[in-house]
């Protein structure tokens, strides 16, 4: 008799190329539902209201509740071993809100951000806007390159066993060159390229031993996440993102992780270039169809993609929200139907979104795992 697959045995046969039937896992980060959070389960809540770690608990009580199977994210904190690179908060009050400074001294000067909070956020200095920021944020990440193992490990294990089989557990992640100014990347790049380049450099050296830690401490996929396929190009994606995207996505292979990508604006370009396709993700989200993407339809997409990607999505939001369960329903059989032949995990087409009604996340689980 074959032993019932719990929902990390099911993600674990995924990822290893297997089929181990229908599944449903929308992208959680806490908890969405028209009701007030609760713990669904008999053992005690490991990370209750106030906990830094409540909004695992969150993903754990919707996935419970709702019947899915999860994807948890979480951080793991790393301190460089350097308290000179630890930063430095300060919070004042002002008109309406708060101004918060984080600065970090270096040898080339302090790294200085400042954001006020009000209604909105907004920054009134922002981290990198000089050559000199570029080299003061190298510094950084290279002093974070060599932190502390025990803190960052003792909290995945944690976080590790407290969630048990219901999921597996992984952490955001993304090209060094993520590190740069995201409103003004085009123009440091061509202002400072050596600096831009040493900040890139920078940020894959500590990409690298960052991947160890997180195997260390229990992760066992990594939320990968190109942003900007709005805005940026494939030539792009090939000279700043390719190459540094498959050192890091290698060595986390090798330490036995796998990958779970995340790209949820305007693909249509990168999937013709068949940049997903020499990568090989294990898992790809979310297909995303206009408006949120850009692709022609999700078995557009599915067709193009290697067939031993897997994939995730792609009911949009707005449906889950504001749809009936029937209409919920009728979405999630359009997926199924569209990716018929090829390993899907019913998803959406992003975050669920606050106040989603429990109806339609329940209607959503069921109609999902139908045979």
Same mark, same amino acid.
């Given at each position: 008799m074959k032993k019932e697959m719990t929902p990390r045995t099911k993600w674990l046969e995924l990822a290893a190329g297997g089929n181990p039937g229908p599944m449903v896992s929308p992208l959680c980060d806490d908890w969405s539902l028209n009701r007030p959070y609760e713990w669904p389960f008999e053992e005690p809540d490991p990370f209750p209201p106030g906990h830094p770690d409540h909004a695992v608990s969150q993903q754990m009580a919707m996935a419970g509740i709702c019947g899915w199977e999860p994807t948890f994210l979480s951080g793991i904190e790393c301190v460089p071993n350097n308290p000179q690179a630890n930063p430095k908060y300060t919070t004042i009050p002002v008109a309406s809100g708060s101004r918060m400074?984080?600065?970090?001294?270096?040898?080339?000067?302090?790294?200085?951000?400042?954001?006020?909070?009000?209604?909105?956020?907004?920054?009134?200095?922002?981290?990198?806007?000089?050559?000199?920021?570029?080299?003061?944020?190298?510094?950084?990440?290279?002093?974070?390159?060599d932190h502390s193992l025990e803190a960052a490990i003792g909290q995945g294990t944690r976080l590790r066993n407290a969630i048990g089989e219901r999921g597996v557990l992984g952490t955001w992640f993304g090209p060094p060159i993520a590190n740069a100014d995201h409103d003004k990347l085009f123009y440091h790049i061509m202002d400072w390229p050596e600096e831009c380049h040493d900040l890139r450099q920078a940020g894959l050296e500590y990409s690298l031993k960052r991947v160890e830690v997180l195997r260390k401490s229990g992760m066992e996929y990594l939320f990968y996440c190109?942003?900007?396929?709005?805005?940026?190009?494939?030539?792009?994606?090939?000279?700043?993102? &390719?190459?540094?995207? =498959?050192?890091? #996505?290698?060595?986390?292979?090798?330490?036995? $992780?796998?990958?779970?990508?995340?790209?949820?604006?305007?693909?249509?370009?990168f999937v013709e270039a068949g940049f997903y396709n020499e990568l090989m993700p294990e898992v790809f989200e979310t297909l995303s169809e206009p408006p949120v993407g850009n692709l022609?339809? &999700?078995?557009?997409? =599915?067709?193009? #993609?290697?067939?031993?990607?897997?994939?995730? $999505?792609?009911?949009?939001?707005?449906?889950?929200?504001?749809g009936t369960p029937d209409e919920v329903r009728a979405e999630v059989r359009r997926v199924r139907r569209e990716t018929r032949g090829y390993r899907h995990v019913v998803g959406l087409s992003d975050d669920v979104l606050k106040q989603t009604p429990i109806e339609n996340a329940i209607a959503f689980a069921e109609e999902g795992h139908r045979e």
């Open positions: 400074e984080t600065r970090t001294e270096t040898p080339y000067g302090p790294l200085i951000s400042i954001v006020e909070h009000m209604v909105t956020s907004h920054s009134v200095k922002r981290e990198l806007e000089t050559r000199e920021d570029y080299q003061r944020k190298a510094w950084v990440l290279r002093q974070l390159a190109v942003d900007g396929t709005e805005w940026i190009s494939p030539n792009f994606f090939r000279e700043w993102i &390719l190459d540094d995207t =498959r050192a890091i #996505l290698t060595r986390w292979r090798e330490l036995g $992780g796998f990958v779970l990508w995340h790209s949820c604006g305007k693909i249509k370009h022609p339809s &999700l078995e557009w997409a =599915r067709t193009r #993609l290697d067939s031993r990607i897997a994939t995730k $999505g792609n009911i949009a939001l707005n449906v889950l929200l504001n």
